[in-house]
């Protein structure tokens, strides 16, 4: 990767970095790779905004008292309104 004012291609730096990685037999390389990756991985839950996490909250305690609908009949109503 060259270090310019220009835009990165990203495309091929990830494809340049594949094949780069697919031809890697250091060990200890794939290891601070795999650590990186790791390091970054975040739970979709703790980058939700609170006003999401509470409508997914509210969402699930109503299907758990039995008063939500179920994807079938979403479905089966989005069909017959746009009729598909």
Known sequence: ???????????????????WLAGL?????????IALKESRQMDWWDETDETTRKSIKKGLSELNK??????????????QKYNL
């Open 66 to 79: 039995n008063e939500g609908i179920s994807h079938d009949q979403v479905m089966q109503e989005i069909r």
């Open 25 to 33: 037999n250091d060990t200890a390389v794939i290891k601070e790779f």
């Open 1 to 19: 990767m060259k270090a310019t004012g220009l835009k990165m291609d990203i495309h091929k730096e990830k494809l340049r970095l594949i094949e």
